[in-house]
């Protein structure tokens, strides 16, 4: 299947795709993955994001679209792919279409996660970061320590990240309604959005969206 995954910041879009590309046997493809692999491996493309990273600028579309079209072409990607992330605009949308109808492919879905704004936001804003293992990851309300402030693995100190404080996830989420939430009803269009309920343990949300794409195949 080749899929693509949306939703607000904080919907839990990184996780469901790991769980979802392993149960479908189809690689978990994320912007962030893609910047990592081209800059640590410093291919051309690679070169070019790092060069507007380093002066502060935003990448332009056409070097992320070029960096997705290559991940695309990869051989254990010939019988799908989970996409995170990109697209993250109309343009990138309507970029991923030609590709796709240039190697006469089609989208199988568009899986659009759904999390009310206040719970995206009471869920990345209580979120605290370890300082000595940025792996040991602790909530204010869902997954609080033993002692307050201090990490119940390390005893390492925790402390919430700048771009997690409400004002900045606020910020996130205006960006997220104005370039990437317009994406939704450019594939309603197409008719491959399926709604997904986020709210919920984990693997109760990944079976929800295993359960409507074998719908979908079926």
């Known amino acids: 299947m080749r899929i693509v995954l949306v939703g607000p910041p904080g919907a839990g879009k990184g996780t469901q795709a790991a769980y979802l590309a392993k149960n479908l046997a189809i690689p978990h493809i994320s912007t962030g993955d893609l910047f990592r692999a ?3 491996q410093s291919t051309a493309l690679g070169r070019e994001a790092k060069s507007y990273m380093d002066a502060g600028q935003l990448v332009p579309d056409s070097v992320t679209i070029a960096m997705a079209e290559d991940r695309m072409g ?3 990607a010939a019988n799908g792919f989970l996409l995170d992330g990109f ?3 109309i343009g990138q949308a309507e970029s991923l279409d030609d590709y ?3 190697h006469d492919l089609k989208l199988d879905a568009v899986l659009d996660l759904e999390v ?3 719970e995206v936001v009471k869920r990345i804003a209580g979120r605290r970061i370890c300082r000595k293992d940025s792996s040991h990851v602790f909530h204010a309300e869902y997954n609080k320590p033993k002692a307050e402030g201090v990490c119940d693995v390390c005893g390492g100190e ?3 990240r700048d771009d997690d404080s409400e004002d900045t996830v606020r910020k996130r989420l205006e960006v997220y309604h104005t370039q990437t939430e317009p994406i939704i009803d450019y594939y309603k269009a197409q008719d491959l959005v399926v709604t997904i309920p986020a709210l919920g343990k984990v693997s109760e949300v990944t079976e929800r969206a295993m359960a409507a794409l074998k719908a979908l195949s079926e």
């Open 158 to 160: 925790l402390y919430q």
């Open 116 to 118: 009310p704004e206040d």
């Open 100 to 102: 796709l109808k240039g």
């Open 74 to 76: 990869h051989a254990d």
């Open 87 to 89: 697209p993250r605009n």
């Open 38 to 40: 081209n800059i640590s």
